[in-house]
Every structure is written in structure tokens, then in C-alpha cells.
């Protein structure tokens, strides 16, 4: 920041006597980018103390919600593509939860308990061969291939290398449409529910049993939702018709309005009064330069309708 402009508030980037930015000084003190952006920003007439706004909060104030949203956003955006289609996928939610536990490297394998400093044998407990690590129960062991060649999927391990299983997800779903991403999800689900049931309970499935599993569970799951969906659809509705009424005895009603003109960089703002019954009192239009999304617009509407029924002592 330049020197001279230590100490400076915004107000100081407005006209003297009256409340508009300065073309002058934007264009002394801001380039071209910085100048225009700040001209978007509407001013209103009525006088306000500047005030902390937090910017991710409708009503202003910091959350930690909103704080942890817009940092998991950001965390997760290059691969919010990949996201946005697992979590659009029709499935259980239970599965989804698992599905994203995989990719976040959380399921308890042995290989990962072992780092926890939990005293338990790192082979795989089915086939004795390798380390259980995510790839290993999922794709490279020979319950996981074959169950993957039993579900007609085999060119899903021709693609699958390596040990990174956020990537090898990553790669397979660029390519795959909901349906198969739908279906390998739900292989990978029973793959560990069986191993699930192998490790505690020494039950063992085959591959063909643990490909039924994972059929007959989305199944049941569709079923289900559709007879939900059934009862929904059967379940009367109060219908809500919004119509204006006419203020009460001794009331008046403000009606309000807000339109954005992008092109020429304003917005316009209009509001009409009306009394008890019906009779016009008092209208007004006005327009400020700048440009607000829709929502904030109407916002700033109402507000400057209320600031000048104020003024005018209703
Ligand atoms: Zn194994």
C-alpha cells in the first residue's frame, strides 16, 4: 500500500458533499481492476457505521461452520468434479460414507492399525499372501479378482495399479458413467463387508456370493426408495396460494421491487405505499450505480424503502 494512503478509510474514496465514489481519486489511487470493482459496490444514502461482516453468513457473524465449509471447499476443489458424481450416485448412504472413508484412507485394515501402534499381523488373514492394505483387500487379492471377473468387470483391474487408491478411483470414475461407478462402489462395499466377516466370524463368502451381495443390496435399496417415494407422492399436500392483502385499519403496506441492469452497471430500486384501503400515498424509484447479486439487491431494496418511509415519519 502507498505511503499517503496509510490511515485512509473508504469513505475517503467518495465525493465530499455527496455520497458517490470519486472517479478522480479511484483512478489516483486504484488501477483500472481495482477502481471498477470497487465502482460495482452500491452506496447508500442513509448513513451507517462501518461494521465487521462475515462474508460466508447470511446474518454477518463467524461460524466455525461456515469456516470449515469454505475450507473443505477449498481442500477438496481439484477434485470437486469427482466428488460432486460420488455424492450424485444413488446409492445407500451408509455406502457413500464408506466409499469416501476408502478414499480418505480410514477403513481399518491391518496395515493402517499397525501404525496406529495396534499389535496385529499386517498379511492379508484370507489369502496369507501380502500386506492388507485398501488395494489389496479390494483389488489384488484373489477373492477381490475374482469377484471383480464374476461381476463382468475385469477391465476394471486391467486399469487398477499402484497402492494410491484415491488416484485409482480418481482414474477409473473419469471414464465410467454413474452406472458403472454405482457398480464398482457397491463391489468394493461387499469386498469389505466379506472380509469383515472373515476376520471376526471365520464366515466365507465367494465371489459369486459377494457379487449377489452387492446386487441384491442396491435391489432392495431402489425398492425401498421407490415405495417411499410411492407414499410421498399419496400424501396430500396443503396447497399454498400467496396473494397480496390489503394492510389493516390504520396501516399502511410498503410494496417493493428491485431490478439489475449488468450492462450499464446499476441497479434500479422502487417502492410503492398504499393505505387501508388500497389508496395510493406514496411512490418512489430510484437507481444506484453498482452491481449486487439478485438476492442482495432486493435486500437493498427493502432497506432503503424502510430508511425512507422513516424519513418520512409514517
Ligand atoms: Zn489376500
Known amino acids: 500500500m502507498p505511503e499517503y494512503l496509510a490511515g485512509r478509510k473508504v469513505c475517503n474514496l467518495m465525493q465530499l458533499d455527496n455520497k458517490e465514489w470519486d472517479d478522480e481519486i479511484l483512478k489516483d489511487v486504484c488501477n483500472d481492476r481495482d477502481g471498477n470493482l470497487k465502482k460495482k459496490v452500491p452506496l447508500l444514502r442513509r448513513n451507517e457505521d462501518d461494521a465487521w461482516f462475515w462474508l460466508l453468513d ?36 451408509k455406502i457413500v460414507q464408506f466409499f469416501w472413508r476408502v478414499c480418505s484412507l480410514c477403513l481399518p485394515k491391518a496395515a493402517r492399525l499397525i501404525t496406529k501402534r495396534v499389535p496385529i499381523d499386517m498379511l492379508c488373514s484370507w489369502c496369507r499372501g501380502d500386506a492388507e492394505t485398501d488395494m489389496h483387500v479390494l483389488f489384488y487379492c484373489d477373492i477381490a479378482r475374482n469377484t471383480w471377473i464374476e461381476a463382468g468387470l475385469r477391465s476394471v483391474l486391467q486399469q487398477v495399479t499402484g497402492e494410491d487408491i484415491f488416484q485409482v478411483f480418481y482414474d477409473l470414475f473419469q471414464n465410467c458413467s454413474s452406472t458403472q461407478c454405482t457398480q464398482i462402489i457397491l463391489i468394493c462395499w461387499s469386498l469389505w463387508t466379506r472380509r469383515n466377516k472373515w476376520v471376526w466370524e471365520r464366515v466365507n463368502m465367494s465371489s459369486f456370493g459377494i457379487k449377489a451381495a452387492a446386487t441384491n443390496l442396491l435391489t432392495e435399496w431402489r425398492k425401498a426408495q421407490a415405495e417411499k417415494l410411492c407414499d410421498v407422492s399419496h400424501t396430500r399436500r396443503p396447497i399454498v396460494v400467496s396473494k397480496w392483502e390489503k394492510p389493516q385499519q390504520n396501516w399502511v403496506k410498503i410494496n417493493i421491487d428491485a431490478a439489475l441492469f449488468e450492462d450499464i452497471g446499476y441497479i434500479g430500486m422502487g417502492s410503492i405505499v398504499r393505505g387501508t384501503d388500497v389508496q395510493f400515498l406514496l411512490a418512489r424509484s430510484v437507481r444506484r450505480e453498482g452491481l449486487v447479486p439478485p438476492r442482495e439487491v432486493e435486500a437493498l431494496s427493502l432497506k432503503e424503502a424502510l430508511s425512507w418511509l422513516k424519513d418520512k415519519d409514517f
Not at 58 to 69: E, I
Not at 71 to 87: N, S, Y
Request: charge should be positive; include cysteine.
Open 58 to 93: 447470511d446474518q454477518g457473524c463467524f461460524t466455525v461452520k461456515s469456516c470449515y465449509r469454505a475450507l473443505q471447499g477449498e481442500i477438496m476443489a481439484p477434485h470437486a468434479r469427482f466428488w460432486r458424481k460420488v455424492w450424485n450416485l444413488k446409492l445407500p448412504s
